[in-house]
T-cell receptor, first 113, second 116 residues
């Protein structure tokens, strides 16, 4: 069953602007991960945030996690054309679902130069 | 040096044929996966192996059979291909199974399978 749902499905911004993508999920989790997929390529891991963490940073990326609302957000600051890609959240619950990663359908981000 | 490599990248074949996709990881990881990504980009896990042992086997037609000769390799064999099998198949690996802790997955470049 699908766990994560990203919002919006598509986002178009200008270079230099910030991009915010949201992810909602349904069951309890141990961690939530964000991945990027460039067109025609595999997924690349961006950030993993554990269920007891509320915020995490990596370069221009900032991820928040609100377990009470079962939601997470990914913020990309000062976006670049090279950030154009699909972004997926994935959740892992080691007690249910065999610990497998369950992916949402992604947000397509387009950054115009 | 490609961490997770899968071959072929593209595969076009006729209905009813049998085909295989190969995957190798040089990361020394214990766990490997097969995912299927449909035309709407929805990614769904199919199988997971840990040290050559099957640990996740989703509801997948038994025409799909994974094989792991060693922990660095996980191949996917598909019998009697159908039109609906057309998708992008991704191999991935992680240091340990997700059920053992918080671990990221490393993905291959994908195999675009088209059944005609």
């Amino acid at each position: 069953s699908q766990q994560g749902e990203e919002d919006p499905q598509a986002l178009s911004i200008q270079e230099g602007e910030n991009a915010t993508m949201n992810c909602s999920y349904k069951t309890s989790i141990n961690n939530l991960q964000w991945y990027r997929q460039n067109s025609g390529r595999g997924l690349v891991h961006l950030i993993l945030i554990r269920s007891n963490e509320r915020e995490k940073h990596s370069g221009r990326l900032r991820v928040t996690l609100d377990t009470s609302k079962k939601s997470s957000s990914l913020l990309i600051t000062a976006s670049r054309a090279a950030d154009t890609a699909s972004y997926f959240c994935a959740t892992a619950n080691i007690y249910n679902q065999g610990g497998k990663l369950i992916f949402g359908q992604g947000t397509e981000l387009s950054v115009k130069p | 040096d490609t961490a997770v490599s899968q071959t072929p990248k593209y595969l076009v074949t006729q209905m009813g044929n049998d085909k295989s996709i190969k995957c190798e990881q040089n990361l020394g990881h214990d766990t490997m996966y097969w995912y299927k990504q449909d035309s709407k980009k929805f990614l769904k896990i199919m199988f997971s192996y840990n040290n050559k042992e099957l640990i996740i086997n989703e509801t997948v037609p038994n025409r799909f059979s994974p094989k792991s000769p060693d922990k660095a390799h996980l191949n996917l064999h598909i019998n009697s291909l159908e039109l609906g099998d057309s998708a992008v198949y991704f191999c991935a690996s992680s240091q340990v199974p997700q059920m053992r802790g918080n671990t990221e997955a490393f993905f291959g470049q994908g195999t675009r399978l088209t059944v005609v």
